[in-house]
């Protein structure tokens, strides 16, 4: 019996400066010339994407929302509507140990005019609190490779902890997870977050 997938309405989340979107058709020539940057992929893959792995890519990301409902937005600059990049969560499947079944997996990159602008830890921000009040598990996980310095300090500044040195497709790969904060309500009815 083949299962068909309703479209899916991906929220729209604001933030100071961007806004985080659904993938539309237009946006896949902005994406695939960023994953054609080597600048972008020296960490990712460690080699430029041709237009055919972008398309997978892309197509990957808005068949996530379907199948899912959850996925990756495009980032854009509120101020002027340029591409900042690609943010969001994803289910990969990847033969990695320790296995993250189960754990959506946070991910980003921008292109090359937008970093160091902050915008990666603004957008990761917007996509942690959705994760928080849309996922059943506690726990979302992304994996950064050792020498990505700036992609673990944002990492950081979301509140993702080291917890395991791996490999993944036999390259050297940190993991780190966050823990939903969870609101306890005590017998007196005072509020409090535990980690």
Not at 15 to 37: I, K, N, Y
Not at 138 to 159: M, Y
């Amino acid at each position: 019996m083949l299962r068909s997938f309703p479209a899916v309405e991906v929220p729209i989340l604001e933030t100071e400066r961007l806004t985080l979107r659904g993938q539309r058709e237009d946006d896949f020539v902005r994406s695939a010339a960023m994953w054609a940057d080597a600048n972008v992929t020296r960490y990712i893959g460690g080699k430029p994407l041709s237009e055919e792995e972008s398309w997978t890519k892309f197509l990957r990301y808005v068949g996530h929302w379907a199948v899912l409902g959850f996925g990756y937005w495009v980032a854009e600059e509120k101020a002027t509507g340029n591409f900042v990049g690609e943010i969001g969560f994803a289910d990969f499947k990847r033969d990695l140990e320790p296995s993250l079944t189960g754990v959506p997996e946070i991910g980003w990159v921008l292109a090359s005019a937008a970093h160091g602008k902050g915008y990666a830890t603004e957008a990761v921000r917007a996509a942690v609190a959705w994760g928080d009040a849309h996922f059943e598990a506690a726990r979302t996980a992304c994996i950064i490779a050792p020498d990505n310095l700036e992609s673990i300090r944002v990492a950081v500044k979301c509140g993702y902890r080291e917890f395991v040195r791996t490999t993944y497709k036999g390259h050297p790969t940190v993991m780190f997870v966050r823990e939903r904060a969870v609101l306890n309500l005590s017998p007196q009815g005072t509020q409090g977050f535990t980690g």
